[in-house]
């Protein structure tokens, strides 16, 4: 009977193989999904920096165009200072070349702040480009990986599944029954290890007298509490 459980708890793990691999095929492409869209939004965050900087370059010299033509608005007005026979004229001459000056000085005060924004702009797109560049590499090595392990799960789980196949027809038919149903009704946990009178499955102590048969292996014993097929487990020597 002893190896008819080993067989037994062989079976188990390689059935708790099994669902993991499944699992594993479902996990895959919903992480690679999220893969892709952690990528497509780096490569979003860097384009929107680029075109944030661009606009700045734009914006600066849109105002270094309209501060030249301030500063030609300003010369002609200067010069019809010469040219004006009334006071009048001279008064609105001197007011325009005010207004001019005061428009001119808040162009470049703006000129001078948007300097200062289109060299910190261009200072994070490069360190954010370095930044991007480790990212980039580190995600596009886990989508390689990631892709080479659901490649081989195929091929994994059709091994495991012959080897599954060939520990089954180790195992006698009415023990392999009572295994199959007493897996479906215990998700999968069918077989459980008992030390010092206690069940692995529910962590319940058996009487005394199973677990000294359960320690002579001559039958298959399932824990009354929890209904499970039980072993013993010498800690000194593991079945």
């Not at 999904?33 to 600066?60: F, P, V």
């Not at 808040?106 to 480790?134: C, N, P, R």
């Not at 010092?196 to 499955?201: A, D, F, P, R, T």
Request: a negative charge; charged letters at 40%; glycine letters at 4%.
């Amino acid at each position: 009977m002893k190896e008819q459980i080993l067989f037994l708890v062989e079976l188990q793990n390689i059935n708790f193989e099994i669902d993991e691999r499944m699992l594993r095929n479902v996990d895959l492409p919903k992480e690679i999904a999220r893969l892709d869209e952690e990528s497509e939004a780096i490569e979003r965050e860097m384009e929107e920096s680029g075109q944030r900087l661009d606009k700045l370059k734009t914006d600066y010299k849109t105002k270094e165009t309209a501060l030249k033509n301030g500063v030609e608005n300003l010369k002609k007005a200067k010069s019809r200072l010469l040219e004006v026979k009334t006071n009048k004229e001279y008064e609105a001459t001197l007011k325009e070349i005010d207004t001019i000056n005061e428009k001119n000085s808040g162009i470049e005060d703006e000129i001078i702040h948007m300097l200062e924004e289109v060299d910190k702009a261009g200072e994070d797109l490069k360190t954010k480009e370095s930044e991007t560049a480790g990212r980039r590499t580190k995600r596009e090595d886990e989508m390689k990986k990631m892709k080479k392990e659901q490649e081989s799960i195929g091929s994994t789980l059709e091994n495991i599944l012959k080897k599954r196949d060939s520990v089954r027809s180790g195992i006698k038919a009415n023990l392999l029954k009572r295994f199959d149903v007493i897996k479906d009704r215990k998700n999968g946990r069918t077989v459980v290890s008992v030390w010092k009178e206690v069940c692995s499955g529910c962590y319940m102590n058996i009487p005394p007298q199973m677990y000294n048969e359960l320690q002579r292996n001559e039958r298959l014993m399932l824990c009354p509490h929890c209904g499970r097929i039980m072993y013993w487990e010498d800690r000194d020597d593991n079945v």
